[in-house]
Protein backbone atom coordinates (compact mmCIF):
# COMPACT_ATOMS: atom_id res chain seq x y z
CA UNK A 1 0.00 0.00 0.00
CA UNK A 2 2.64 2.40 0.45
CA UNK A 3 4.35 1.83 -2.69
CA UNK A 4 1.36 2.45 -3.60
CA UNK A 5 0.52 5.81 -2.74
CA UNK A 6 4.63 6.57 -3.82
CA UNK A 7 3.44 5.54 -7.29
CA UNK A 8 0.43 8.16 -6.98
CA UNK A 9 2.52 10.91 -5.60
CA UNK A 10 5.51 10.50 -7.92
CA UNK A 11 2.72 10.42 -11.15
CA UNK A 12 1.17 13.53 -9.41
CA UNK A 13 4.39 15.77 -9.18
CA UNK A 14 5.18 14.32 -12.88
CA UNK A 15 2.06 15.70 -14.24
CA UNK A 16 2.17 18.68 -12.40
CA UNK A 17 5.08 19.73 -14.18
CA UNK A 18 3.83 18.79 -17.35
CA UNK A 19 2.90 21.80 -19.59
CA UNK A 20 -0.68 19.68 -20.32
CA UNK A 21 -1.40 19.90 -16.92
CA UNK A 22 -0.95 23.66 -17.04
CA UNK A 23 -3.28 23.83 -20.33
CA UNK A 24 -5.62 21.45 -18.69
CA UNK A 25 -6.23 23.66 -15.74
CA UNK A 26 -6.45 26.80 -17.59
CA UNK A 27 -8.96 25.50 -19.83
CA UNK A 28 -11.69 24.81 -17.17
CA UNK A 29 -10.64 27.60 -15.43
CA UNK A 30 -11.26 29.94 -18.21
CA UNK A 31 -14.23 28.39 -18.65
CA UNK A 32 -15.92 29.46 -15.61
CA UNK A 33 -14.47 32.88 -16.19
CA UNK A 34 -15.93 33.56 -19.54
CA UNK A 35 -19.19 32.34 -18.14
CA UNK A 36 -19.30 34.77 -15.13
CA UNK A 37 -18.07 37.16 -17.87
CA UNK A 38 -20.71 36.85 -20.19
CA UNK A 39 -23.20 36.92 -17.55
CA UNK A 40 -24.41 33.32 -17.35
CA UNK A 41 -24.82 33.46 -13.69
CA UNK A 42 -27.61 36.14 -14.37
CA UNK A 43 -29.47 34.60 -16.99
CA UNK A 44 -32.43 32.59 -17.03
CA UNK A 45 -33.11 29.66 -18.90
CA UNK A 46 -36.13 27.51 -18.75
CA UNK A 47 -36.11 28.37 -14.71
CA UNK A 48 -32.46 27.93 -13.88
CA UNK A 49 -31.31 31.10 -12.62
CA UNK A 50 -27.26 32.57 -11.59
CA UNK A 51 -25.24 29.69 -10.10
CA UNK A 52 -28.01 27.11 -11.44
CA UNK A 53 -27.75 27.94 -15.14
CA UNK A 54 -23.73 28.38 -15.09
CA UNK A 55 -23.32 25.14 -13.53
CA UNK A 56 -25.98 23.66 -16.35
CA UNK A 57 -23.59 25.20 -19.19
CA UNK A 58 -20.02 23.94 -17.22
CA UNK A 59 -21.19 20.56 -17.26
CA UNK A 60 -22.50 20.27 -20.69
CA UNK A 61 -18.86 22.02 -21.64
CA UNK A 62 -17.29 19.78 -19.41
CA UNK A 63 -18.50 16.62 -21.46
CA UNK A 64 -17.62 17.30 -25.00
CA UNK A 65 -13.68 18.61 -23.24
CA UNK A 66 -13.11 16.14 -20.60
CA UNK A 67 -13.26 12.91 -22.23
CA UNK A 68 -10.53 13.40 -24.65
CA UNK A 69 -8.03 15.40 -22.18
CA UNK A 70 -8.09 12.35 -20.02
CA UNK A 71 -7.77 10.02 -23.15
CA UNK A 72 -5.14 11.58 -24.59
CA UNK A 73 -3.30 12.51 -21.57
CA UNK A 74 -3.67 8.97 -20.00
CA UNK A 75 -2.58 6.43 -22.89
CA UNK A 76 0.75 8.34 -22.93
CA UNK A 77 1.20 6.80 -19.30
CA UNK A 78 1.96 3.00 -19.95
CA UNK A 79 3.06 3.52 -23.59
CA UNK A 80 5.26 6.49 -23.04
CA UNK A 81 7.21 5.03 -20.31
CA UNK A 82 7.92 1.55 -22.47
CA UNK A 83 9.15 3.71 -24.93
CA UNK A 84 11.60 5.64 -22.92
CA UNK A 85 12.58 2.65 -20.97
CA UNK A 86 11.31 3.06 -17.22
CA UNK A 87 9.93 -0.52 -17.14
CA UNK A 88 13.50 -1.72 -16.58
CA UNK A 89 14.24 0.90 -14.39
CA UNK A 90 11.09 0.24 -12.48
CA UNK A 91 11.79 -3.70 -12.68
CA UNK A 92 15.10 -2.70 -10.63
CA UNK A 93 13.27 -1.36 -7.33
CA UNK A 94 11.08 -3.27 -5.03
CA UNK A 95 7.78 -2.09 -5.81
CA UNK A 96 4.96 -4.70 -7.53
CA UNK A 97 3.38 -4.19 -10.67
CA UNK A 98 0.33 -3.70 -9.04
CA UNK A 99 1.08 -1.13 -6.78
CA UNK A 100 2.73 0.65 -10.06
CA UNK A 101 -0.21 0.26 -11.92
CA UNK A 102 -2.93 1.24 -9.74
CA UNK A 103 -0.55 4.17 -8.26
CA UNK A 104 -0.32 5.20 -11.68
CA UNK A 105 -4.20 4.95 -12.23
CA UNK A 106 -5.30 6.77 -8.59
CA UNK A 107 -2.54 9.58 -9.04
CA UNK A 108 -3.75 10.58 -12.82
CA UNK A 109 -7.18 10.62 -11.34
CA UNK A 110 -6.56 13.13 -9.21
CA UNK A 111 -4.78 15.27 -11.36
CA UNK A 112 -7.79 15.28 -13.87
CA UNK A 113 -10.43 15.15 -11.49
CA UNK A 114 -9.25 18.12 -9.73
CA UNK A 115 -8.90 20.73 -11.71
CA UNK A 116 -12.03 20.40 -12.81
CA UNK A 117 -14.18 19.89 -9.57
CA UNK A 118 -12.24 23.20 -8.18
CA UNK A 119 -13.05 25.50 -11.17
CA UNK A 120 -16.89 24.52 -10.52
CA UNK A 121 -16.26 24.61 -6.41
CA UNK A 122 -14.28 28.16 -7.38
CA UNK A 123 -17.68 29.37 -9.45
CA UNK A 124 -20.07 28.04 -6.22
CA UNK A 125 -17.74 30.33 -3.78
CA UNK A 126 -17.75 32.86 -6.01
CA UNK A 127 -21.62 33.12 -6.43
CA UNK A 128 -21.57 32.62 -2.73
CA UNK A 129 -19.74 35.77 -2.24
CA UNK A 130 -22.47 37.49 -4.81
CA UNK A 131 -25.01 36.73 -2.55
CA UNK A 132 -26.36 34.52 -4.88
CA UNK A 133 -28.64 31.19 -4.29
CA UNK A 134 -26.35 28.16 -3.48
CA UNK A 135 -27.77 25.07 -5.49
CA UNK A 136 -25.81 22.77 -3.50
CA UNK A 137 -27.99 19.59 -4.75
CA UNK A 138 -26.91 20.19 -8.24
CA UNK A 139 -23.23 20.65 -7.44
CA UNK A 140 -23.01 17.33 -5.26
CA UNK A 141 -25.28 15.47 -7.88
CA UNK A 142 -22.75 17.43 -11.17
CA UNK A 143 -19.68 16.47 -8.80
CA UNK A 144 -20.84 12.84 -8.55
CA UNK A 145 -21.11 12.72 -12.61
CA UNK A 146 -17.96 14.48 -13.06
CA UNK A 147 -16.12 11.64 -10.84
CA UNK A 148 -18.01 8.73 -12.50
CA UNK A 149 -17.05 10.51 -15.94
CA UNK A 150 -13.14 11.18 -15.25
CA UNK A 151 -12.75 7.10 -13.73
CA UNK A 152 -14.74 5.96 -16.67
CA UNK A 153 -12.25 7.79 -19.64
CA UNK A 154 -9.14 7.22 -16.73
CA UNK A 155 -9.93 3.32 -17.01
CA UNK A 156 -10.53 3.11 -21.03
CA UNK A 157 -7.06 5.22 -21.75
CA UNK A 158 -5.29 2.79 -19.33
CA UNK A 159 -6.28 -0.10 -21.53
CA UNK A 160 -5.53 1.54 -24.70
CA UNK A 161 -2.17 2.30 -23.13
CA UNK A 162 -1.26 -1.11 -21.87
CA UNK A 163 -2.43 -2.61 -25.38
CA UNK A 164 -0.80 0.14 -27.42
CA UNK A 165 2.69 -0.72 -28.60
CA UNK A 166 3.90 3.27 -28.97
CA UNK A 167 2.71 6.55 -27.48
CA UNK A 168 1.12 7.79 -30.88
CA UNK A 169 -0.62 4.18 -31.52
CA UNK A 170 -1.80 5.01 -28.89
CA UNK A 171 -3.21 8.47 -28.91
CA UNK A 172 -4.51 7.63 -32.26
CA UNK A 173 -6.35 4.65 -30.64
CA UNK A 174 -7.78 7.60 -28.20
CA UNK A 175 -8.95 9.65 -30.69
CA UNK A 176 -11.13 7.08 -32.65
CA UNK A 177 -12.19 6.09 -28.92
CA UNK A 178 -13.41 9.13 -28.33
CA UNK A 179 -14.58 10.35 -31.72
CA UNK A 180 -17.11 7.23 -32.19
CA UNK A 181 -18.09 7.81 -28.77
CA UNK A 182 -19.31 11.49 -30.07
CA UNK A 183 -20.55 10.36 -33.48
CA UNK A 184 -22.90 8.00 -32.07
CA UNK A 185 -25.05 9.73 -29.70
CA UNK A 186 -28.89 8.92 -29.62
CA UNK A 187 -29.55 11.42 -33.03
CA UNK A 188 -27.34 8.80 -35.04
CA UNK A 189 -27.13 5.67 -33.54
CA UNK A 190 -31.19 5.03 -32.51
CA UNK A 191 -31.97 7.15 -35.92
CA UNK A 192 -30.09 3.94 -37.75
CA UNK A 193 -31.47 1.11 -35.69
CA UNK A 194 -35.11 2.65 -35.90
CA UNK A 195 -34.45 2.75 -39.65
CA UNK A 196 -33.30 -0.95 -39.51
CA UNK A 197 -36.23 -1.91 -37.98
CA UNK A 198 -34.83 -2.37 -33.89
CA UNK A 199 -37.91 -2.43 -30.82
CA UNK A 200 -37.52 0.74 -29.16
CA UNK A 201 -36.19 -1.21 -26.07
CA UNK A 202 -33.17 -2.53 -27.83
CA UNK A 203 -32.63 0.56 -29.69
CA UNK A 204 -32.38 2.14 -26.19
CA UNK A 205 -30.09 -0.16 -24.33
CA UNK A 206 -27.87 -0.28 -27.13
CA UNK A 207 -27.25 3.68 -26.70
CA UNK A 208 -26.88 3.50 -23.03
CA UNK A 209 -23.90 1.38 -23.56
CA UNK A 210 -21.89 4.50 -24.55
CA UNK A 211 -20.86 6.33 -21.42
CA UNK A 212 -21.49 10.01 -23.03
CA UNK A 213 -24.92 9.12 -23.69
CA UNK A 214 -24.93 8.01 -20.26
CA UNK A 215 -23.77 11.23 -18.47
CA UNK A 216 -25.35 13.61 -21.41
CA UNK A 217 -29.10 11.96 -20.64
CA UNK A 218 -28.07 12.25 -16.84
CA UNK A 219 -27.22 16.18 -17.21
CA UNK A 220 -30.20 17.09 -18.99
CA UNK A 221 -32.78 15.13 -16.60
CA UNK A 222 -32.00 17.52 -13.67
CA UNK A 223 -33.70 20.30 -15.78
CA UNK A 224 -36.15 18.39 -18.06
CA UNK A 225 -37.32 15.00 -15.55
CA UNK A 226 -39.81 14.03 -18.55
CA UNK A 227 -36.91 13.97 -20.60
CA UNK A 228 -38.84 15.67 -23.28
CA UNK A 229 -35.76 16.45 -25.75
CA UNK A 230 -35.47 12.82 -26.23
CA UNK A 231 -38.72 12.18 -27.61
CA UNK A 232 -40.49 8.88 -27.42
CA UNK A 233 -37.25 7.33 -26.22
CA UNK A 234 -37.88 8.95 -22.93
CA UNK A 235 -40.51 6.37 -22.02
CA UNK A 236 -38.35 3.38 -22.42
CA UNK A 237 -35.68 4.99 -20.27
CA UNK A 238 -38.69 6.34 -17.24
CA UNK A 239 -40.58 2.96 -17.61
CA UNK A 240 -37.31 0.72 -16.92
CA UNK A 241 -35.06 3.29 -14.65
CA UNK A 242 -37.34 5.52 -13.27
CA UNK A 243 -35.85 9.15 -12.52
CA UNK A 244 -33.63 8.14 -9.10
CA UNK A 245 -32.95 4.90 -10.64
CA UNK A 246 -31.42 6.44 -13.49
CA UNK A 247 -29.53 9.38 -11.56
CA UNK A 248 -27.99 6.12 -10.04
CA UNK A 249 -27.29 4.18 -13.65
CA UNK A 250 -25.57 7.02 -14.43
CA UNK A 251 -23.18 7.71 -11.73
CA UNK A 252 -22.29 4.19 -11.32
CA UNK A 253 -22.33 2.58 -14.69
CA UNK A 254 -18.99 4.71 -15.76
CA UNK A 255 -17.60 3.94 -12.68
CA UNK A 256 -17.90 0.18 -13.19
CA UNK A 257 -16.84 0.32 -16.93
CA UNK A 258 -13.90 2.15 -16.25
CA UNK A 259 -12.69 -0.32 -13.48
CA UNK A 260 -13.92 -3.13 -15.71
CA UNK A 261 -11.27 -1.63 -18.31
CA UNK A 262 -8.44 -0.78 -16.02
CA UNK A 263 -8.29 -4.43 -14.76
CA UNK A 264 -8.38 -5.90 -18.01
CA UNK A 265 -5.43 -3.45 -19.09
CA UNK A 266 -4.21 -4.11 -15.60
CA UNK A 267 -4.31 -8.46 -16.56
CA UNK A 268 -2.64 -7.56 -20.25
CA UNK A 269 0.21 -5.13 -18.55
CA UNK A 270 0.67 -8.23 -16.06
CA UNK A 271 1.31 -10.76 -19.25
CA UNK A 272 3.02 -8.45 -21.48
CA UNK A 273 6.52 -8.12 -22.42
CA UNK A 274 7.34 -5.17 -20.12
CA UNK A 275 10.59 -4.24 -21.57
Known sequence: MNHLWLTAW???????????????????GGIVVLLFAFGLS??????????????????????????IFVLITTVRS???DREAGVFEYMLSLPISLSAWYWGRMLGR????????????????????LKGGETPWALFFYYTALLLSLCWCFLGIGMLISTLARSSDIAQGAAFIVWLTLLLFLDLILLGVMIR?????????????????QVFRTATMMLFDPQLVLLGPTAYVILD?????GYIAF????PILLGTLCALIGYQAFRRGDLP
Not at 14 to 24: D, Q
Not at 109 to 128: D, H, Q, T, Y
Open 240 to 244: HFGRA
Open 196 to 212: EGLSPDTAVAVALVNPL
Open 109 to 128: FLVVFLPVFIAMLGALLWGM
Open 78 to 80: VAG
Open 10 to 28: ADIVESLRARWFVVYSAVF
Open 42 to 67: ESRVMGFTGLSRLLITYIELSMAILP
Open 250 to 253: AILY
